[in-house]
């Protein structure tokens, strides 16, 4: 087993059964090598596995063939039956935030610590009130609810959720959807700061041509139930498959691409 | 920062004596996962004697530390850099971190008293504004009424279908289920005792009177609000967590036209025709079991019971069943929009549904038993 290998994933097949004893095939042969501190973008059209891709790789639902490692562990019935060992490695931020509806800021960051039989309380309020500022909210937000944060707060919070456990891979699905331009941007500054010191792994679910553009340093495309490429943005930029012309070089992504390459010169 | 090929390392401490000075080594990771795996590492830590800090700490050949673990380090050395320090910047980075922390003052919470009168004014206030909110619901409903019978042809019949179909048609079985088994439970019980005093001929009576007029819609009322009246609360209440409620007021459309009134329609409807269901359930139980115990045969009960209970006495249930009705969807649909968008709210209003419906459907039948005390009787 590769060292340097965060993610392994071999030989992936995923099918859906439909109600009509069909089943409709997501996943065809996917083979792919994350290494240790990339940050990878996940792209492709909607509805084409991305989510689905994700959500195996955090143990939530099994591929129907082949074999998924996460930093050197492979992820069978008992590893996904015992989470315990998998939630240490990857903090998780998922579309909505999830948070507990039920808890407040404070309560849903330190959620996981005290399940993992942490009690020092001392130790538990500086740790979350330090994510807190590390995310970008404040000791005043912590004893709001969920449902009195916006957007921007939640993915926020989400966020610090993942991080608590001091995860060494992250996993983050559309992290600035439904995000405003200030916000997303604060976003991808966060992730690339955090990325910068703590020397994460993310694997990223996103649309966002601009957030693939100024953080990811891999591009995976899906398209056909395939991986059709895992490159660096330049590399798959140059590609001539047609979803690739289509998704990168239609006149709205050509315009974020030349307006950045003229922003930054 | 780590070597990216680094392999996990267990964390380790080691005191030595050099030079007639006290060196602290740390090595190894230091993360949060692998303190949690040595937890014996954790308590020597805790456990360093006061005068630790003052002796030469070597951190720089820690692999990975995070920043669980430099708090941890932080702590032990009561929360001031040692004056003899090595580590690398990226750790005295963390540490510092830690040393720049400022921790608000906890809350103080008000005086005994002061609280319990801010509760109790809070208590006043949530009963006054559920009272109000309910007879708002209703007048709503009225007018909603009064609408709609002038335009007919708003009236929602789908919806209204659709929930008598629901709460209605699958509700049969189990009411039936449950009217029979009651059934058969009293006339046994009644038979044993009418026996002892040669008097088996009244069962008709007992029978007859204490379901249609008591059992029959009650019973049928307690599972409806049980299983309609909780789906419908839960369903509002999702429908506020989903937005669904706020699409509807953006497209104009009434909450109370829209989802109120057709489940008060419904039910006003369906409860007057479950509980004749029941009723005949439960007397079909009673039947068979007079006519083994008592040996009155089922031509004979049948017969007899236009004698013993008089006609009244249906109309009376029908019409209480009509008013369960309605409580029971007001109830369910006034619980479902007080949902808060979180899972506790969801659960307490639901429960809070289903304990205020049977609550109140107990309560006005026992105020329609006062109403009609001279009414029906043989």
């Not at chain 2, 308590?43 to 006061?50: G, N, R, S």
Request: glycine share 6%; proline share 5%; with cysteine.
């Amino acid at each position: 087993m590769n060292k340097l290998c965060a993610i392994q994933i071999e030989n992936l097949w995923t099918r859906f059964d439909d109600d009509f004893g069909g089943s409709k095939l997501i996943h065809k042969n996917i083979n792919l090598s994350i290494n240790n501190g990339e940050i990878v973008g996940l792209v492709g059209a909607s509805g084409c596995g991305k989510t689905t891709l994700l959500r195996e790789m955090i143990g939530l639902q099994s591929p129907s063939e082949g074999q998924i490692t996460i930093m050197g562990q492979r992820l069978d019935e008992s590893l996904v039956k015992n989470p315990k060992n998998t939630a240490l490695r990857c903090g998780v931020l998922f579309q909505k935030g999830a948070l507990f509806s039920a808890m407040d800021v404070f309560d849903n960051i330190a959620f996981p610590l005290r399940q993992l039989g942490i009690t020092d309380e001392n130790i538990i309020v500086r740790l979350v009130l330090m994510k807190l500022t590390l995310v970008g909210l404040t000791a005043a937000d912590a004893h709001l609810k969920p449902a009195a944060l916006s957007g921007g707060m939640i993915k926020r919070v989400a966020l610090a959720r993942a991080l608590i456990l001091e995860p060494s891979l992250l996993l983050l699905d559309e992290p600035t959807a439904g995000l405003d331009p200030i916000a997303s941007q604060e976003f991808v500054d966060l992730l690339a700061d955090l990325h910068q010191q703590l020397n994460y792994t993310v694997v990223m679910v996103t649309h966002d041509l601009d957030v693939l553009r100024d953080l990811c340093t891999k591009v995976a495309v899906l398209a056909e139930q395939q991986l059709i490429a895992y490159d660096s943005l330049a590399a798959v930029l140059a590609m001539p498959h047609p979803f690739i012309q289509q998704f990168f070089h239609n006149p709205r992504a050509t315009r974020v691409f030349q307006y950045q390459e003229h922003q930054h010169g | 920062m780590a070597e990216p090929d680094a392999q996990d390392q267990t964390p380790q401490l080691l005191i030595q004596t050099e030079d007639h000075t006290t060196v602290i080594r740390l090595s190894g990771d230091w993360t949060l996962r692998q303190l949690q795996a040595n937890p014996a590492l954790g308590k020597q830590l805790k456990q360093l004697p006061k005068t630790a800090k003052n002796s030469h700490w070597d951190t720089s050949a820690i692999q990975v530390l995070d920043s669980f673990a430099a708090l941890l380090i932080w702590q032990a050395w009561q929360e001031q850099f040692p004056a003899n320090l090595t580590s690398t910047p990226e750790q005295t980075k963390l540490f510092t971190r830690w040393q720049q922390q400022v921790i608000p003052a906890p809350e103080i919470p008000p005086p005994f008293f002061q609280h319990l009168r801010s509760e109790g004014k809070r208590f006043y206030t949530a009963c006054r504004l559920e009272a109000t909110v309910l007879l708002v619901l209703l007048g709503q409903l009225l007018l909603d009424t009064a609408y709609l019978s002038t335009h007919p042809r708003s009236i929602p019949w789908a919806e209204i279908s659709d929930t008598i179909y629901d709460a209605g048609v699958k509700a049969l079985g189990i009411t039936a289920l449950v009217g029979f088994l009651i059934g058969i439970v009293l006339s046994y019980l009644s038979a044993l005792q009418l026996k002892m005093f040669g008097a088996e001929i009244y069962i008709i009576n007992i029978l007859g009177l204490s379901v249609i007029r008591e059992l029959g819609p009650l019973l049928a009322a307690i599972l409806v609000a049980g299983r309609s009246g909780s789906a419908m609360t839960a369903q509002i209440g999702i429908m506020r967590v989903t937005e669904e409620l706020d699409a509807l007021s953006a497209l104009g459309i009434s909450h109370s036209m829209r989802l109120v009134l057709p489940k008060v329609a419904a039910l006003i409807v369906v409860m007057p025709l479950l509980s004749v269901w029941t009723n005949a359930a439960a007397m079909f139980g009673g039947i068979l079991s007079a006519q083994s115990i008592l040996d009155i045969s089922y031509r004979q009960f049948l017969l007899k019971m236009p004698d013993t209970v008089p006609l009244a006495n249906l109309y009376i249930s029908l019409g209480k069943s009509a008013v369960f009705g309605l409580l029971i969807a007001l109830l369910a649909c006034h619980f479902g929009f007080k949902i808060k968008p979180n899972t506790e709210s969801l659960g307490n209003e639901t429960t809070n549904s289903v304990v205020a419906a049977i609550t109140v459907v107990i309560m006005v039948d026992a105020i329609f038993a006062i109403l009609f005390m001279n009414v029906g009787m043989p």
